[in-house]
């Protein structure tokens, strides 16, 4: 059972069947009837159960919360992990291994400053520090970093798959 889960889920008022339902629910995807038989309840009852549950205020709050735990945690640890491998792996596309280096990189806090974010967005202030930047210079930068970013995922998602296709 996972550290502090027990002490959250109580403060919401949660039972112990419906902690170890929000905690196989946010393990398991998001599958309320095998949650709910995880946590206890029997097959015949449990879509019944994880149809109650997962519509109750206290579980969704209480699934908010285990999942920004979960994420943060274990995930995270799994998703550094595999981005390690993936920068370590010699036989992995170029593309594939400076991506997962600059996620890293920016995981860790050393992603680009905002000057040379603008400056390689195509934006005026690369002389800039980010507090003198306006608030319509800083949504333009983010819109285009978005954007950046999609055109990235569009490019390296089919890599992927079809590494993992190979796989």
Known sequence: MPKGSISIHKAAGLTET???FVREYVKNGGNASAAAVA??????RSR?????????????????????????????????????????????????RVQASRWVLEAAGHGLPAAALAARLGMDGADKPLSEFRLADLEEMTKRAADSLDRMRSVNAPIVEADALEA
């Open 18 to 20: 419906q902690s170890q």
């Open 39 to 44: 946590a206890g309840y029997s097959k015949d």
């Open 48 to 96: 019944q159960a994880g149809w109650e549950l997962s519509r109750s205020k206290k579980v969704i709050e209480a699934v908010k919360v285990e999942q920004a735990r979960y994420i943060s945690g274990e995930l995270s640890n799994v998703a550094l992990g595999t981005l390690g491998n993936i920068m370590r792996d010699e036989t992995a596309p170029a593309a594939a």
